[in-house]
């Protein structure tokens, strides 16, 4: 099962979270038969999203998408509810080949890269999306740069993608408290330049493949550590007859119908999940005849 779990360093103010999906991308790529380089991009993409989303304290969605003129001329990751995710590569047909490089930005080409957070309706928030930075050391370093000089959060990320899984560290270090003495702040960042560089010192092998209760006494083994109960990750799509329906009606009742003459069945495909919705004449006929009920 796809996990996320947090984790805390009692008395520092230094927090974690470790995350792995294999499941998830089993199922995208169920459907999608994405080159492993891409798939353990969006593998990554979707640990950052959900280490987002884990945070947020309205119900929404966090995306991360890209839109670029190279190879992969857009992706995007979706968390919904701290726990469905779905996502998406769009690769350049034209462009047989992979990127000499295998970095986000000889992915993207010329591109950009947005964090969005999307909250549901009934919060009553807007929107917000913000541009990330494109650090030549690849989505780990772009993140790091966001957080910090969006949130002044410093941050520092860990990605392993091996065998189809991705696994995700991250150590970020909160705000001191409002009343910490002068010793107590110099003591954290101390811990936090430890941390950090005991953090830098996992392997692939070690983040892909130890449970995080064994990697994080192999890593931090000077720390008391607490970790806490697991968050259940899972591939959720939010297509439906009813979006389908919305689709099809953007055509326009006489598009439509001539369309409908034309083929014997109209698709409606979902570009996340892969799912077909299929019309007939029947079909078309009864939606149309359902909307124009429903103008009336
Ligand atoms: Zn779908």
Known sequence: MDLLRRFSFPGIPIRG????????????????????DVQALLGEMFAAVTMVADNLKFSGAVSLQSQGNGALVRSLAECREQQYLRGIAQLNEESASAPAANTLADWLGKGQLALSLLPDKSTRMNPYQGLVAINPRGLAASLEDYFQNSEQLQTRLHFASVDGATTGLLLQRLPDAPDASEATISQANEDWITLTTLAASVTDEELANLPPEQMLVRLFNEYSCELYTARALSFRCTCSAEKSDETLMVLGREDLLALASEQLEIHVDCEFCGHRYAYDQTAVHALLAKRAAALH
């Open 17 to 36: 979270q470790w995350i792995r999906l294999e499941a998830t991308l089993g199922a995208i790529a169920q459907y999608q038969n994405y080159p492993s």
